[in-house]
């Protein structure tokens, strides 16, 4: 079992950064891909950016140039890089692992922080 927590969100205003941090109870090797996903009120919960653990990662196209993820296995963490933050980027921001076993996916999930960004 691996619990994940999120911190770092909060009140920012346009063109604003912030940076999430999601601190992971084991060591990060053991996991496979790590991600960030946001869900705005009344939207679906979408994904943000992924790191493999090889550090190959992939970005929605509306954050592309402007967030940058990153896992630190020193530390055990996987953080999220936000800069020139608009407020279509207000949400709550969730952290997910996964971790392949036997070729079944055991996935993980953070109790979310909320980022908004308001004048």
């Known amino acids: 079992q691996v619990q994940l927590t999120e911190s770092g969100g909060g009140l920012v205003q346009p063109g604003g950064s912030l940076r999430l941090s999601c601190q992971a109870s084991?060591?990060?090797?053991?996991?496979?891909?790590m991600g960030w996903y946001r869900q705005a009120p009344g939207k679906q919960r979408e994904l943000v950016a992924t790191?493999?653990?090889?550090?190959?990662?992939a970005y929605v196209d509306s954050v592309k140039g402007r967030f940058t993820i990153s896992r630190n296995s020193a530390k055990n963490t996987a953080d999220l890089q936000m800069n020139s933050l608009r407020p279509a980027d207000t949400a709550v921001y969730y952290c997910?692992?996964?971790?392949?076993?036997?070729?079944?996916?055991?996935?993980?999930w953070g109790q979310g922080t909320q980022v908004t960004v308001s004048s």
């Open positions: 997910k692992a996964t971790r392949y076993v036997s070729g079944n996916p055991a996935i993980y």
């Open positions: 790191v493999s653990s090889g550090g190959t990662s």
């Open positions: 084991r060591s990060i090797f053991m996991l496979n891909d």
